[in-house]
């Protein structure tokens, strides 16, 4: 027996009663798609669930690039293949602190990677003693930081 052919209580129903009124003649359009019409979907969804995700931007600290309200489609899938580079835009869960949720996620920007140093000085960013061209900034920052280093296998966010 195929899934794709109408089943008999179908012909009987389509057969005995008249469909003259009907503009389409039939009933085959509402017909369910058949097993293999199901995996497919089934395969979409899980594919769909596993490798994207919209999200909501709830705060400026992203503006000018992303601002409140907007709505980011995020694809989960090339980190798989590929490491994070620097000027990439990474979301994550936000790290375990009393008082903060699981759900919190931080969107944010790589500044630097695993063995840099990174420092703020005079409103410049300075990654290895080199300022860096910020354009994705809204106002230079009005703090300084002291010289951090990025651990092996760490990305510096911003």
């Known amino acids: 027996m195929s899934f794709l052919r109408p089943s008999v209580l179908h012909q009987f129903l389509l057969t005995s009663i008249s469909l003259k009124w009907m503009p389409c003649q039939s009933w085959g359009f509402l017909r369910w798609p058949g097993l293999d019409g199901f995996f497919r979907l089934l395969v979409l ?41 620097i000027n990439d835009i990474v979301i994550f869960r936000a790290p375990k602190q009393p008082g903060t949720s699981e759900e919190v996620v ?11 140093y990174v420092q703020v000085h005079h409103g410049s960013l300075y990654v290895n003693g080199k300022a860096q061209r910020e354009d994705f900034i809204a106002a230079r920052p009005t ?16």
Not at 61 to 77: C, H, N, Q, W
Not at 106 to 111: A, D, L, Q, T, W
């Open 106 to 116: 931080f969107i944010k920007r790589i500044v630097a990677k695993a063995g840099d």
């Open 45 to 85: 969804v899980l594919l769909w669930s596993m490798c994207s995700e919209i999200r909501f931007i709830p705060s400026s600290s992203m503006y000018p690039t992303l601002r409140v309200g907007d709505r980011v489609f995020i694809e989960k899938a090339s980190y798989y293949i590929r490491s994070p580079a």
């Open 143 to 158: 703090y300084t930081s002291e010289l951090t280093g990025c651990k092996l296998g760490k990305w510096l966010i911003k």
